[in-house]
């Protein structure tokens, strides 16, 4: 029965008129799921050589295990966001003679389906047969890859289990959100090291296979309660009764509306939002993507400013060391450099000409850093060489500095015996990012002050879809309409800018990039969307799931591409020649010539709703 169910519901999808006028946007997202499959499986497969070069000679099983609990911490998260229920497909049911139980265990097998469920698949499906199976055995690599898909089944059963008890999705998101939050700190600061616990944890699946029987009995005990849920209150009338969304005393609306009718129509604008369904969600998920920067900022100086040594470099260096190690003509340079003000995750090289020093590559030589802050490292040298070097993290740009900020010239060491060197370094210069981070960081600070813009300013007028006959049939000041709804994305873009502020402790190049993205978004983007938006025919249902492709098509995908592309071709350009502050500047300026001329732009976004104003009335009177 349960096999018939899943059948005629793959024949509802396809037959209906939504799939048919969709097929552009199915396709689309079938392709971006193939698409985001492909790049786990790339990363599945690549994971060791990246492993391999973070962190030399470390078992990439052991680093591979210490970043699984974050994964699951953040996918319990998105989950939370993301995914939905499928109470509704089973109403028709209801009134036919086809037994609870039935229709419960099909609610419950369509989870198995789920996207957050494959994903992750092709990521840890490649590595468990590529490290862990050739590392251990094949029943450890087994057990090891059941229990951590027992792990996201279970995610995915707690979350369907929070959506439809009585607990406040919120409240279990924002614990999520505060131990991943405390997590990345605790490992940050070296307080409590997670990633230890999470490998040792993944680690005791490997060396005790018995374990994943444990799991599966959680697994059974979750999906259990989900079951007893389901059976206590799967009846029509829960499936009906819609939960009212109260203000109690809220008096933002009060001040809102004394400003006249830009401010009136705010206020209906935010009623709006957070009376539905979909659009709350939206909202929400918003506010949860400033959290990004957590995962983002405090690694991107680690790896792409201050470049670890790499596995080569350390093999070149031991296999010199061997050369040298029976040549009598040889002595021992050792270097010790004071330095107590590294920054997070860099490390100290020791650049030059001579040796094991050869081509003054920036990461020549990487010492080692010792308890008390200093960095020692030594390598033998031929006497009587004049050993030329210098002191960098990895970067030209950040090498060691005078105290008065300027550049040394080379040290000189004449090599007659063994000797120790000592290096005072107070100074670091500042590094230059690669194209790519900067880039990065960019889409970063473009969707950290953006999202909201970003996710409401695509369906900006479809909002309204439902009674957009009785809008254009009024007498409205449209420009005041279209206004407020600007003016509404521009004060939670500035809310949104304030909240990323606190990502300034990772330096104040992340300020500028998130200003510089703000100014653009409500300077350009969002009169873009704006103007695309009139371009929307599809009716959109506010009592929905955020994720539900209902009222969604392919020019919604189209739409949010310009909104990266144009800011990365305007900073590409500069950010090759290194000139990043220009480049910042420019974005920044561009904002603020779109906000000094908003009164013209609107206007041309006002001429273009008048064309397009019946032909979108038309589109959403279509209810499929």
């Not at 007893?228 to 969304?245: A, D, H, V």
Request: aromatic letters at 16%; hydrophobic letters at 50%; a positive charge.
């Amino acid at each position: 029965m349960v096999k018939r169910l899943f059948i005629n519901q793959w024949r509802e999808t396809t037959r209906s008129s939504v799939w048919t006028r969709n097929l552009v946007g199915n396709i689309l997202i079938g392709l971006l799921y193939f698409i985001l499959a492909l790049n786990f499986l790339i990363i599945g497969l690549q994971v060791d050589k990246v492993f391999s070069e973070i962190a030399p000679g470390k078992n990439p099983v052991v680093l591979f295990n210490g970043i699984l609990i974050y994964y699951l911490l953040f996918d319990f998260l998105i989950r939370l966001a993301l995914q939905k229920n499928h109470g509704l497909v089973v109403k028709p049911y209801l009134s036919l003679p086809v037994k609870r139980s039935t229709l419960i265990n099909y609610l419950l097998s369509k989870s198995f389906f789920s996207l957050f469920n494959f994903l992750p698949l092709f990521l840890v499906i490649p590595f468990a047969a590529e490290e862990v199976i050739p590392a251990y055995s094949v029943v450890q690599g087994l057990a090891w890859l059941a229990c951590f898909i027992f792990f996201l089944l279970i995610n995915c059963f707690l979350v369907a289990y929070i959506k439809k008890s009585s607990f406040k999705n919120s409240r279990a998101g924002l614990a999520a959100f505060v131990i991943l939050a405390a997590a990345v700190l605790s490992d940050y600061y070296n307080l409590f090291s997670i990633s230890k616990f999470s490998s040792d944890l993944f680690g005791i699946f490997i060396s005790t296979p018995e374990f994943v029987l444990i799991l599966g009995a959680v697994f059974f005990l979750v999906y259990s309660a989900n079951y007893r849920l389901l059976l206590n209150n799967f009846y029509l009338e829960s499936f009906t009764i819609q939960k009212k969304f109260r203000f109690g005393s809220f008096k933002l609306f009060d001040i809102l509306e004394s400003f006249g009718e830009v401010g009136v129509y705010i206020s209906l604008e935010l009623k709006l939002l957070l009376r539905n369904k979909r659009s709350r969600n939206i909202l929400v998920y918003s506010f949860v993507m400033i959290a990004i920067g957590l995962l983002i900022y405090p690694t991107y100086e680690t790896r792409d400013i201050y470049p670890p040594p790499t596995k080569r470099t350390l093999q070149k260096i031991e296999v010199y060391k061997l050369q040298m190690k029976n040549n009598p003509e040889s002595a021992k340079v050792t270097f010790k450099v004071n330095a107590n003000n590294i920054p997070f995750g860099a490390t100290v090289f020791v650049a030059g000409s001579q040796g094991v020093l050869k081509n003054w590559q920036p990461e020549g030589m990487p010492l080692v850093k010792q308890k008390n802050g200093n960095w020692i490292g030594s390598m033998p040298v031929n006497k009587n060489t004049v050993l030329t070097y210098k002191v960098t993290l990895g970067n030209w740009s950040a090498q060691r500095l005078n105290s008065d900020g300027s550049i040394p010239a080379n040290y000189v060491l004449n090599v007659k015996g063994d000797t120790t060197v000592v290096v005072n370094a107070e100074k670091w210069g500042v590094p230059q990012m690669p194209v790519t981070s900067l880039i990065m960081l960019i889409y970063i600070g473009i969707a950290i002050t953006g999202m909201f813009l970003l996710t409401y300013g695509q369906f900006i007028l479809s909002w309204e879809s439902s009674y957009f006959d009785a809008i254009i049939t009024k007498k409205i000041n449209f420009l005041n309409y279209l206004k407020a709804k600007y003016l509404l994305m521009v004060s939670v873009g500035c809310v949104f800018f304030v909240l990323s502020l606190p990502y300034g402790y990772f330096g104040a190049r992340v300020i500028a990039i998130n200003f510089a993205a703000f100014l653009y978004n409500i300077g350009v983007n969002t009169f873009m969307l704006m103007y695309l938006a009139t371009f929307n025919r599809k009716r959109f249902d506010l009592n929905i799931g955020m994720m539900s492709q209902q009222g969604k098509g392919a020019s919604q995908y189209i739409a949010g591409i310009p909104t990266l592309l144009i800011p990365t071709a305007i900073f590409l350009p500069f950010a090759l020649l290194n000139n990043i502050n220009e480049a910042l500047v420019l974005l920044g300026a561009i904002g603020l010539i779109g906000i000094f001329f908003q009164k013209q732009i609107m206007n041309f976004i006002i001429a273009q709703f008048y064309k397009q104003k019946y032909k979108m009335a038309a589109g959403f009177r279509q209810l499929y």
